[in-house]
C-alpha cells in the first residue's frame, strides 16, 4: 500500500512539480482571497461557557434592572474639584461627550440630585431638584455632601475628595439585543431537543446576522472610544484622566490582538529567515520553507474568513505557532535530505528526493497527527475561544502537512543539482554527542535526577490554582492596569458583582392563602380594601416595608464590610437616604408608601428602579469588587456570601442569586481546571493509542509517552511552586507541549528501530541517532523555543507567560528526548 502511494505521488508530485505547485498556489490564493472577512474579538461573551445558566440569568437580570453599557471616566483635577475653574473645565468635558451620538447620557457630580446641601425634605423634593449647578449651591456643604453621601462617597468622589468620575452611558442597541435574543432562544431550545430543519435555518440565518451586526458594534465601539479618548486628551493640561469599563477593555484588547498578530508574525518571519540562513546556508533552504509557511498562513486567514471564526486573544498567536510547526516539518526535510549525501552516494537528485519523501512521510504524518491531536482535545473545553483555538490549529496543521509534501519536496525538483550543507561550526554535534555520552556513561543518574524532578513536579502540580486577578493580565504601563487600579483604589472597585435576593417562597403560599380567604368573605374584601389602598406597595410586597428594613440594611453593612467589596449599593443606601429626608425619623409603611408614590422619576430611577423589583419581592444589591485585592479569591467569596446569608440572616437557599461579570468570570477560571484534567487526559489517552498502532508494542508506547508527560509536568509544577496561576492562555500549555514535543519522539524512535536493525547493537543505535535525528530535533527545538520566545512582546500577560513556559518545556521535552528516551529505550530493549 505505501508502495503504491509512493508511485502515485511520485507520478503526480514529482515528475510534474511546475503544474503541483501552481495548483497548490492556486487553492493558497483561492481561499487566501476571503482573508478580508477575517475579524477579531475580543468582546466579554467570547471569553464566557457555552450554555452557562448564570449567563442566562445575567443577562436576563440585566433587561429587568435597566443595565447599559458604560465607560468611567476618572477625573484627578490638579486644582481643587470644586473650584470653578475644575468645575467649568469638568461641564465642558460632560458637554463633549454628550455630543457623541451613541452616548445616552453623562452622568457626573454636576448631574446628581443633593438633598444635604443644605438638607431637604420630601416635600422640599417634590417641589425642587438641586444640584451642584443650581445658583448660589452651599460648595462646602456639597463637598462634605460628597464625602458622607452614602450613595456618592467612593463611587463619584474618591474619599479624599481629589478624584471624580464620570459615568458615560451609552443607548441601549435594541437591533443587537434582539439579534442576541433570537439566537440564545434557538440555542437554548436545541439543548431540550433536536432542532427541526426549519429551526436550524433560523438559527443558522441569526448567527450570521448577529456575527455581522457585532462587527458593526465592535468598529463603532471602537470609533466612539477614540473620540472619547480625543476628547479627554484636550482636557490633560487641567486633570489626569482614565478610562475604564468593559468596552473600553474590549476596544483596547482588539489593539493587542492586530499588536500581537503583527508582532508575531514580522517577528517570527525575520526568526526563520535568520535561523534558516545560519543554520544552511543555502538559499534553496531558506526559500522553500518560507513559501511553505508562508501559504499555510494565507490558506489559515482565509479559511477563518471563510468560516466567520474570530481570533481572540487566546488565539491570536496562531500565527506564530503554524509558521513554527509548518518549518518544524520542513526542517527534517531538509535534514534527511542532507543525511542521505552520506547513505546514498552519488545519487541523483529525483532519488534523494523521493527518498527523502519516502522515509519522511510516515513519521511526518505521525507527529502532524499527535500535535492535531493536542490542539483537538481543547475541543473538551467549554471556553469558546478556546475550542475555537483547537478547530484553527487543527486544520492549520493539516494543511501545513499538505503543503511541506507538496510544495516542498516539488519545488526541490526545479533544482537540477544536490547541494549538501556543511556547517561551519558543528554546534549541534557537540550537544547531541554530549547527550549520547551521558546516555552512555551517567544513565543511573540521569534516571534519578527526572525521577526526583518528578516528585518536585507532582508537588508543585498540586499547588496549582486558577484564582488569578483580571488586572494582572495587563502590564503596569497600559491604561487598562492604570484605570483598574485608580478605579479600584478612589472609586470602589472594578469588578461588577449583584446580590439577588428574592421574597420568602413561603410569603407566596401565605398571599396566596389570605387572598382566597378574602375571595370567600366579600366583607374581609371591603374591610381590607382601604388599608391596602393606603399602604400600597409597603403593604402588599415581601421586601418594601418596615418589617424588612433592619434586614435589608444588615445584610448591606455585612457585604460593604468584607475585604473585597469596595462600594456597595442597595434599597439600604436608599433608604437610609429616604429616612435623612424624612428628617431622620423611622420609616413606617404609610411613609414607605408615599416616598414610592410621590418621588419625583428621575429620583425614583435613580435610587428605586435599580435596586428593587416593581413588585417589591425582590431586591438587589451592587457590589463592585477590587480586582487588585491581593487576598481576592473568587470561588471562596462567592460561597462566604451564599453560606454566611444563611448561617447569619436566615435567608434560604432558594433566595440567593448571585451575578455579574463576577460570577461570570469564576465560573470561566473554576471551568479552567476542570478542563486541564479532561484536556491532558484525553491526549495522553489519544497518543498513547497513536503510538501502539504506528510501533505496534505497548512497552514502547509507554516508553515514548514518558519523557513528554514529564517535560508537561516540569512546567505545570514550576508553576504552581511559583504561585502562577491557570488562566486561559496557559491552561493550553500542557496538551500542546505534550502534542508537540511528541513530534522528536517520534522522529527519534522511528529512526532507532531503523538503526537497531543494521547490528542489534542497542547503544551504537543510540549515537547514530543522535548523530543523524538527533540534529534534526535540536534544530526543531530550537526553532520552536524562539519562536515562543516572540510571544513575550505581547502586551497581554498570559501570552507571555504561555511563551515562556510553553517554550521551556520545549527545552526540557528536548533534552528529555536526547537523554531519558534513549535511556528507557536501551534499559527496557524497547523495539517494536
Known sequence: MTSLLLKIYDRTILRHPVIAIILMLFIVLSVGAYAKHFHLDASADSLL?????????????????????????????KADLYAPETLNDLRTLRDSLLQIERVDSVLSILDVPLIDSPRLTLGDLKNEIRTLETPDIDIELVRQEFKTSPFYSNLLVSPDGKTSALQVVFKRDTIYHSLLQQRNEIREKRLNAPLSAEDE????????????????????????????????????????????????????????????????????????????????????????????????????????????????????????????????????????????????????????????????????????????????????????????????????ISFALLISFVIFPAGLMLYKNPVQFIPSFDITGKLTRTCAHWVENRGNFTLALFVLLAVFSAIGIAKLTVENRFIDYFKPTTEIYQGMELIDRQLGGTTPLDLIIDADPDF???????NAAIEDDPFADDFFADEEAEAGLSGSSYWYNNYQIDTLQKIHKYLDQLPETGKVLSMATTLTMMQQLNEDAPLDNITLAVIHKKLPKVISESLFHPYMAEDGNQVRFSMRIIDSHPDLRRAALLEKIRSDLTDKFQIKPEQIHLTGMFVLYNNVLQSLFSSQIMTIGVVFLVIMVMFFIQFRSLRLAIISIIPNLISAGMVLGLMGLLNIPLDIMTITIAAITIGIAVDDTIHYVHRFNDEITVDGDYLAAMKRCHNSIGRAMYYTSITIIIGFSILTMSNFIPTIYFGLFTGLAMLIAMFANLTLLPILLIKWKGRS
Open 49 to 77: 461557557l457555552e450554555n452557562d445558566q448564570d449567563l442566562k440569568y445575567f443577562r436576563a437580570n440585566n433587561v429587568k434592572y435597566g443595565t447599559a453599557d458604560f465607560l468611567v471616566i476618572s477625573y484627578s483635577p
Open 201 to 396: 435555518i433560523k438559527l443558522k440565518l441569526v448567527s450570521a446576522k448577529f456575527a455581522d451586526y457585532s462587527q458593526v458594534v465592535a468598529d463603532r465601539e471602537a470609533t466612539d472610544i477614540a473620540t472619547i479618548r480625543a476628547i479627554m486628551k484636550q482636557h490633560q493640561q487641567h486633570s489626569e484622566l482614565f478610562l475604564g469599563g468593559v468596552p473600553m477593555i474590549v476596544a483596547d484588547m482588539i489593539d493587542f490582538i492586530r499588536h500581537d498578530l503583527t508582532a508575531f508574525g514580522i517577528g517570527v518571519l525575520v526568526f526563520l529567515v535568520s535561523m534558516l540562513f545560519l543554520i544552511f546556508r543555502k538559499v534553496r533552504w531558506v526559500v522553500l520553507p518560507m513559501v511553505c509557511c508562508f501559504a499555510s498562513v494565507i490558506f489559515m486567514f482565509g479559511f477563518l474568513g471563510i468560516v466567520g471564526w474570530k481570533v481572540t486573544v487566546v488565539s491570536s498567536n496562531f500565527t506564530s505557532l503554524l509558521l513554527i510547526i509548518t518549518l518544524s516539518l520542513c526542517v527534517h526535510l531538509i535534514v534527511r535530505y542532507n543525511e542521505l549525501f552520506d547513505e546514498i552516494p552519488g545519487a541523483s537528485h529525483a532519488t534523494m528526493v523521493k527518498e527523502m519523501v519516502r522515509s519522511k512521510a510516515i513519521p511526518s504524518i505521525y507527529t502532524a497527527l499527535t500535535t492535531i491531536v493536542a490542539f483537538a482535545s481543547l475541543l473538551t473545553s467549554d471556553i469558546r475561544p478556546v475550542i475555537d483555538f483547537g478547530w484553527m490549529m487543527a486544520i492549520g
Open 508 to 514: 407566596f403560599t401565605k398571599q396566596a392563602e389570605d
